[in-house]
C-alpha cells in the first residue's frame, strides 16, 4: 500500500528557511515522479515543484512563485523527498502536500503524470 | 501558463441530482486532464485521469468528458459522499496548473 508522510511544516519568520520531507512507501520510488502541491488557507490548490524519476535523471521543475527560493531532493536510499524552502514569503503560507504520480519509470514524455497519491499534508506558516 | 477555469464556483445540489462541473483550458491540453475531489481538512482524492479513464475504486456514477478544450466531470445520481469540492488539472505542460475548484453543496 502506497503510503507519503509529510513532516517539518511549522512557523517561520518572512525571510527564513524550513525543510520539509517526504516518507514514501509502498512503491519502487525512482519509477514515480514526486511532487509537492501547496494549499493556502481556504484557497485552492498550487503545484510548487517536482522531481522526475530515475529514466529523467531527478531533474526538477518548479512553479514561477518559488523559482529560485525553493529547490527538491531525493535520498532513494531511504525513500525520502525533500523541499527546500529559502526566503520565504508570507504568501508561502500554505498546506504542503507531497504526491506521487502514476508510472513514470520509461524515458522519454511521461503520459501517467498525474498525482494519484497524496499525503495527508503539513502547515507550513510564515509570519512575524 | 495555461488557465484552467473552472465553473460554477458553487453548485447547490440536492442528493439524487445530475451534477456537471467543467473546466475550460486555455489552448490545447491534449486530454493530459485529471479530476480530484476534496473534503475540508483532507487531502485530494484522485478520481479520473486523460479527461475520461476512471481511476480504479471511484464509483462510477463519476464519469469525464472533453470537447475539444472543455472538459466536464459529471455524477450521474448525487450522494452524500460527494458534498465537497472538486479540481481539474493540466498536466500536459510545465507549470501544471489547477482549475479554481468547484464547491458542491446540499441544496
Known amino acids: 500500500e502506497v503510503h507519503l508522510v509529510e513532516s517539518g511544516g511549522g512557523l517561520v519568520q518572512p525571510g527564513g528557511s524550513l525543510r520539509l520531507s517526504c516518507a514514501a512507501s509502498?512503491?519502487?520510488?525512482?519509477?514515480?515522479?514526486m511532487d509537492w502541491v501547496r494549499q493556502a488557507p481556504g484557497k485552492g490548490l498550487e503545484w510548487v515543484g517536482r522531481s522526475r524519476g530515475k529514466a529523467h535523471s531527478y531533474t526538477t521543475a518548479f512553479a514561477a512563485s518559488v523559482e529560485g527560493r525553493f529547490t527538491i531532493s531525493r535520498d532513494n536510499s531511504n525513500n525520502l523527498m525533500y523541499l527546500q524552502m529559502n526566503s520565504l514569503k508570507t504568501e508561502d503560507t500554505a498546506v504542503y502536500y507531497c504526491?506521487?504520480?502514476?508510472?513514470?519509470?520509461?524515458?522519454?514524455?511521461?503520459?501517467?503524470?498525474?498525482?494519484?497519491?497524496w499525503g495527508q499534508g503539513t502547515l507550513v506558516t510564515v509570519s512575524s | 501558463d495555461i488557465q484552467m477555469t473552472q465553473s460554477p464556483s458553487t453548485l447547490s445540489a440536492s442528493v439524487g441530482d445530475r451534477v456537471t462541473i467543467t473546466c475550460r483550458a486555455s489552448?490545447?491540453?491534449?486530454?493530459?486532464l485529471a479530476w480530484y475531489q476534496q473534503k475540508p481538512g483532507k487531502a485530494p482524492k484522485f478520481l479520473i485521469y486523460k479527461a475520461s479513464t476512471l481511476e480504479s475504486g471511484v464509483p462510477s456514477r463519476f464519469s469525464g468528458s472533453e470537447s475539444g478544450t472543455e472538459f466536464t466531470l459529471t455524477i450521474s445520481s448525487l450522494q452524500p459522499d460527494d458534498f465537497a469540492t472538486y479540481y481539474c488539472?493540466?498536466?500536459?505542460?510545465?507549470?501544471?496548473?489547477f482549475g479554481g475548484g468547484t464547491k458542491v453543496e446540499i441544496k
Open positions: 489552448q490545447s491540453i491534449n486530454s493530459w
Open positions: 504526491t506521487r504520480t502514476g508510472y513514470c519509470g520509461a524515458p522519454g514524455r511521461c503520459n501517467s503524470a498525474y498525482f494519484n497519491y
Open positions: 509502498g512503491f519502487t520510488f525512482g519509477e514515480h515522479y
Open positions: 488539472l493540466q498536466y500536459d505542460v510545465y507549470p501544471l496548473t
